[in-house]
Structures are given as structure tokens and as C-alpha cells.
Nanobody, 124 residues
């Protein structure tokens, strides 16, 4: 399974971006898909996930601002990011995997497949 993320960029505080992650190979519709981010000097952290059932989970810092969605017909997962803040600056990674239990949905180690990352920079 290969994941290709895109959509990052340099924006100002309050702006919006939409990240996309296209999957090839595997059975996308059966995978939980997640977005993680990693800022310089920090550990990779959970942002959002959507299970094959459609259930959605968010990290507290992004609730109400970010929206994750998936299009199984296009093998693509999206992350709509609104009201961006400087603290959202990071490399954003998409990830996917099958058989991820609910208690592990926020754990990057639970995901078998990773995209290459896309840089999001929010200027103040």
C-alpha cells in the first residue's frame, strides 16, 4: 500500500487548507485512516482518524477546526483545516492500517502504512 499526501503550504493565521492522501494498493475501504503531525523537535502526534465504519476521532487541539473525511471510491482521505494557527505548523502525515482497535486509534504505531508527509506552515 502506498500513500501519497499533498495539499500543504504556507498560509496565514486564520486561513484554511485541505490535505489529501491518495492510497494505491490494498483494500482502502477496510482501513482506518489517520492524520498525524510532527513539529520540529517534537514527537509525532495524532490529529484525526476515520475508521472504515465512518467513526471519526479528533485530537483536542483541532476539534471544531479540522474535519477528516474519506472517499472510498477515490481511495482518498482528506483533512480540511480551518482557522489555522501558528501552533498547527508541522509536517502532516497520513497513515492507514487494518484491524486497528479503538484503543489504538491515536497511536501511530498501530498504523502499518505511511505517506511521505506534507509541510504546513502557518505564519502569525
Amino acid at each position: 500500500v502506498q500513500l501519497q499526501a499533498c495539499g500543504g503550504g504556507l498560509v496565514q493565521t486564520g486561513d484554511s487548507l485541505r490535505l489529501s492522501c491518495a492510497a494505491s494498493g490494498g483494500t482502502f475501504r477496510t482501513y482506518a485512516m489517520g492524520w498525524f503531525r510532527q513539529a520540529p523537535g517534537k514527537e509525532r502526534e495524532f490529529v484525526a482518524a476515520i475508521r472504515s465504519t465512518g467513526h471519526i476521532y479528533y485530537a483536542d487541539p483541532v476539534k471544531g477546526r479540522f474535519t477528516i473525511s474519506r472517499d472510498n471510491a477515490k481511495n482518498t482521505v482528506y483533512l480540511q483545516m480551518n482557522s489555522l494557527r501558528p501552533e498547527d505548523t508541522a509536517v502532516y502525515y497520513c497513515a492507514g492500517g487494518g484491524g486497528i482497535i479503538l484503543s489504538s486509534i491515536r497511536n501511530p504505531q498501530a498504523y502499518a502504512y505511511w505517506g511521505q508527509g506534507t509541510q504546513v506552515t502557518v505564519s502569525s
